[in-house]
């Protein structure tokens, strides 16, 4: 069974139709790209997933459980993170508290507990401690030590991408939804978090979706790659085969002119 | 690439910077109409009773003899946060406070031939001879327009000196000027304490007997205080503040816990020397400290604009009076607020419960909304609560505007704790700020604390971590609500009668400059916020230290929020975090800075 399954999602705004009856699913432990022009729709399906957007017609299958018109903070307590396409962070939180707050809703102690310091808070706070310190090390000594306690406005572009992505981690979800995880970085930049999306599957055993415009990465990463144009979505397979494919070539780069008789 | 991060200029290398005549004009201009302003609204007037120096210096001459002095600094001092730097300060930070000085005192002198020729006191009561006869020291009018230019050139002079002279001079001189001023102003404390130490000659000798210091007392404590800022630390306050986080736990810890004790033994000790004007304005700081640290969480950690925060404290009021008058217009219980029996805490938690309650009332219509919507629905809220209170439909249960009299004290066992004693109520105030302070410590750094701060960082992106953003809205202002409710309880047991008209949204407004002018976010920032406004300057309804400022009280607050907003916008005692925040850029820039040091040096991180 697919771990989303998604039938013929529909989502307008006015007159334009961001999303127009789409199909799509994902299997379990898959790195599936999404690719298409801009304004094709792919940032507005992602929204559509997790609930910021609630879909006009069709429905919205997460291991079995129908989560369209759910809102956002019940989808990620089901399992589905995000990250953003202009990063977000909470930039004056340090880097660890950042990675804290993500666990919110795998943790539960109340007001009660916190104001009596009990010992299952005390417990609770450590571990929740120790996680993002977990989840942290899975970037090397990126965000490491002396990191941990600076504020995120202070990181690098990268790595306050890496602190994104760290962020969706921690809220221990199965599927990861990545929009354009490396805008903006440089060729070596790149090729890192390349090898890093596909550790999130094969070591952390995360089912990953990409927004990518970067193609190096949508090749190197993809076990299938999606291609939305105006909401729909115009091919699908691997990425030798939708590279190649006649419609695609005509949404990035246009029809050729017709030739006419004058 | 070190190359390009060498900054610094050989200063004596570059000409002396011109003065800056349009800018001299524009501050002397200006300083001449704050002056004119000052006199007219009559501060001048009414701050002559209280005396500085007996009997030559008075709150009213300080109150425009500043003007020139700051004016006079600003106009030599031009603005230097970017570009390369300046030349040595000299010549012309003093010539360019001298002419301000005298463009301000010729713009005075001719306000006071305009009020002598012309008499306004029907239409601007303050506007008359009695002004006249103050500004002009009874030396007729040219000799005392002579005296106001050439002092307040004077004053603009030492105003451009102020930033010629080194540091630790312009430090102790500012100390001196600060000291007198202080002690001349805390009268009222100071004689209360030696009284109560009894150890009265030290007041008698320092205060003349008609108020203010005396010419010899003066010369002592400004010399004292001036010998104080000389030697104290350059660092500033936020620095050591920064170098205390960076010390070791346990040292921390341990230093931590001797500053909690000291300020506990204090709070316990105090009051017993102290007097009962003293412990009012104590007590009402107390009041306004417990609403401060609600509203510092719904405003400062969660950032709602929660603009009818009043209506919690007048619910809290209200039910104690329903629940212990005899005069309550339908149902009298009378118990009493004895924390002993059951009936105290029986209504401690019906107070609780039913702020809660109209937390949630008020909140989850709100929840939804965002920013300035949420501050225009609060602010709507809170005067419907008000005028519910107001109205006929509820003059049955709550009394109208005749509200609910005779409140019975609150008690401990057999003591009876009197609204009217101020020291008994002092204690038990101070009892439920503690309690307070305890519980907006441990929540802020805590699951719920953390979700806070996400909320107010970017809420869709709260959403998307899995926070439950309209449930951690509605739990901050529950929270928030209760606390302003015990205020109420202890406001209504204290005064021993309610009122609509104590509940106005002014109050709301007062409690938000207490939290901003403090600091957002900030536990001791609230503290400090409120002993500023509410024990210095005085509440809505509430005397401060400075009973003269009453009726510019609001003028006073609003300068204050202004030149905070400029000049420290993260408040007098900040979070840190708030402090990063407002100061990103430099920090963010030093962060680069340094990283692109470390890069060039070949260390990468």
């Given amino acids: 069974m697919p771990v989303l399954e998604i039938v013929d999602l529909k989502k307008g705004f006015g007159g334009v139709q961001a999303l127009d009856g789409l199909d799509f699913h994902v299997d379990k432990e898959e790195i599936v790209s999404v690719i298409g022009p801009n304004g094709a729709g792919k940032t507005s399906f992602f929204n559509t997933i997790t609930g910021y957007f609630s879909p006009d017609e069709g429905r919205i299958l997460f291991n079995g459980i129908d989560i369209s018109g759910h809102q956002p903070h019940e989808i990620t307590e089901l399992g589905i993170a995000r990250t953003f396409q202009n990063v977000r962070l909470f930039p004056n939180m340090t880097v660890l508290e950042n990675v804290m707050v993500a666990q919110h809703c795998r943790s539960k102690t109340g007001i009660f507990g916190t104001l009596l310091n009990t010992r299952s808070f005390k417990r609770e706070e450590a571990e929740i401690e120790a996680n993002a310190k977990d989840v942290l090390a899975f970037f090397g000594e990126r965000l490491k030590g002396y990191r941990w306690d600076q504020p995120a406005y202070v990181l690098s572009y990268a790595n306050r991408r890496r602190l994104e992505i760290a962020r969706a981690m921690a809220t221990f979800p199965e599927l990861i939804l990545l929009d354009e995880p490396t805008a903006g970085m440089n060729p070596k930049e790149t090729a890192e978090l390349t090898d890093l999306i596909r550790q999130l599957r094969d070591d952390k055993g995360f089912t990953v979706v990409l927004i990518e415009h970067e193609m190096r990465v949508v090749r190197d990463v993809s076990d299938r790659v999606v291609v939305l144009d105006h909401g729909v979505k115009i091919a699908e397979g691997d990425y030798e085969t939708v590279s190649h494919d006649p419609d695609v070539i005509e949404a990035y780069l246009g029809r050729p002119a017709e030739k006419t008789d004058e | ?605």
């Fill in chain 2, 1 to 605: 690439m070190t190359q390009s991060l060498e900054r610094s200029v050989d200063v004596e290398e570059l000409p002396p910077n011109p003065v800056d005549w349009s800018r001299v004009q524009k501050w002397g201009a200006l300083g001449g109409l704050t002056m004119s302003f000052v006199a007219a609204i009559g501060m001048v007037t009414a701050l002559d009773a209280r005396i500085i120096i007996s009997p030559w210096l008075t709150m009213g001459f300080v109150s425009v003899g500043w003007i020139p002095l700051v004016y006079g600094s600003i106009a030599g001092n031009e603005p230097s946060e970017q570009g390369p730097a300046r030349a040595v300060e000299g010549e012309r930070e003093l010539v360019s406070g001298l002419v301000a000085g005298l463009l301000s005192g010729l713009f005075f002198a001719l306000f006071i031939v305009l009020i002598d020729a012309v008499d306004f006191t029907d239409i601007f009561g303050r506007l008359g001879p009695r002004l006249v006869e103050l500004l002009t020291f009874g030396k007729g009018l040219a000799a005392a327009s002579a005296m106001w230019i050439i002092g307040s050139g004077l004053l603009g002079l030492a105003g451009g000196a102020v930033s010629v002279v080194p540091r630790k001079v312009r430090k102790a001189l500012a100390y001196g000027i600060a000291g007198v001023l202080l002690v001349a102003l805390m009268e009222i404390i100071v004689t209360d304490i030696t009284q109560g130490l009894r150890i009265e000659f030290l007041s008698d000798w320092i205060y003349a007997l008609n108020g203010g210091l005396t010419n010899q007392s003066a010369l002592v404590v400004g010399l004292l205080s001036a010998v104080l800022g000389w030697r104290s630390s350059d660092q500033t306050l936020t620095e050591r503040r920064q170098a205390r986080m960076q010390l070791d736990p346990d040292v921390r810890f341990r230093k931590n816990a001797i500053a909690i004790a000291i300020t506990i033994l204090a709070v316990i000790f105090l009051p017993m020397i102290l007097g009962g004007l003293t412990n009012e304005l104590l007590a009402n700081v107390g009041l306004f400290v417990l609403m401060g640290l609600g509203l510092n969480i719904v405003v400062g950690s969660a950032g709602l604009l929660d603009l009818g925060y009043v209506a919690f404290f007048a619910v809290g009021a209200y039910l104690t009076a329903v629940l212990t008058s005899p005069f309550s217009p339908s149902w009298a219980p009378e118990l009493t607020l004895n924390f002993l029996s059951w009936e105290g805490w029986v209504i401690l938690g019906i107070v609780l419960i039913a702020a809660a309650l109209a937390g949630i009332f008020v909140g989850t219509p709100v929840v939804r909304l965002r920013g300035d919507y949420l501050a225009i629905v609060t602010l709507g809220f809170g005067e419907i609560i008000r005028i519910l209170f107001l109205s006929d439909w509820f003059a049955p249960y709550f009394g109208g505007a005749q509200g609910i009299t005779q409140i019975p004290s609150a008690a401990l066992g057999p003591v009876e704790i009197r609204g009217t004693s101020s020291q008994a109520m002092f204690y038990l105030i101070s009892v439920f700020v503690g309690i307070a302070i305890y519980v907006a410590w441990r929540l802020q750094r805590s699951r719920a604390g953390r979700a806070w701060t996400a909320l107010r960082e970017d809420e869709d992106v709260a959403e998307a971590m899995g926070i439950n953003t309209a449930a951690i809205k509605l739990t901050a202002f529950v929270t928030g609500a209760m606390f302003a409710s015990m205020a109420g309880m202890l406001f209504a047991v204290k005064v021993g009668s309610v009122f609509p008209n104590s509940f106005k949204l002014l109050v709301s407004i007062v409690i938000l400059v207490i939290v901003i002018v403090g600091g957002m976010g900030s536990i001791p920032g609230v503290i400090v916020g409120a002993v500023v406004l509410i024990g210095i300057l005085g509440g809505p309804t509430q005397p401060g230290l400075l009973q003269e400022f009453g009726e510019f009280k609001l003028l006073v607050y609003g300068v204050i929020l202004v030149v905070m907003m400029l000049k420290r916008p993260e408040g007098l005692w900040p979070s840190l975090r708030r402090q990063r925040e407002l100061h990103q850029d430099e920090i963010g820039q030093d962060a680069w800075l340094q990283l692109e040091q470390g890069a060039a040096e070949g260390t990468d991180s």
